[in-house]
């Protein structure tokens, strides 16, 4: 049975960092992309960043790109989105899922979300 599951989520004010985690286990393997959706209050999910892990191509919506980073550890099953100059905007629920391709992302597997909040 795969598992996702999030953590790292939290208050920060604008400007800030915040680093979240997301830990699959289970068959995973069969599911090479590792993305992250995110859902603020009112508004649809979306997807903002993917890696596939495999090769380690990376993909990032243009409104993140350059503030945040998407890496992985495969030997812990982990991948990190490393957030920077946190905007109000980025307050919305964080979402790791799981995937067949990054290209494509939808989430196949999705884990229960930490809550991210920038405020001053």
């Known amino acids: 049975q795969v598992q996702v599951e999030e953590s790292g989520g939290g208050l920060v004010q604008p400007g800030g960092s915040l680093r979240l985690s997301c830990i699959a286990s289970?068959?995973?393997?069969?599911?090479?992309?590792i993305g992250w959706f995110r859902q603020a209050p009112g508004e649809e999910r979306e997807g903002i960043v993917c890696?596939?892990?495999?090769?380690?191509?990376?993909y990032y919506k243009d409104s993140v790109k350059a503030r945040f980073t998407i890496s992985r550890d495969n030997a812990k099953n982990t991948v990190y989105l490393q957030m920077d100059n946190l905007k109000p905007e980025d307050t919305a629920t964080y979402y790791c899922?799981?995937?067949?391709?990054?290209?494509?992302?939808?989430?196949?597997?999705w884990g229960q979300g930490t809550q991210v909040t920038v405020s001053s």
């Open positions: 899922v799981l995937d067949t391709t990054c290209t494509y992302l939808t989430g196949i597997y």
């Open positions: 289970g068959f995973s393997l069969d599911y090479p992309a």
């Open positions: 890696i596939n892990s495999n090769d380690g191509k990376t």
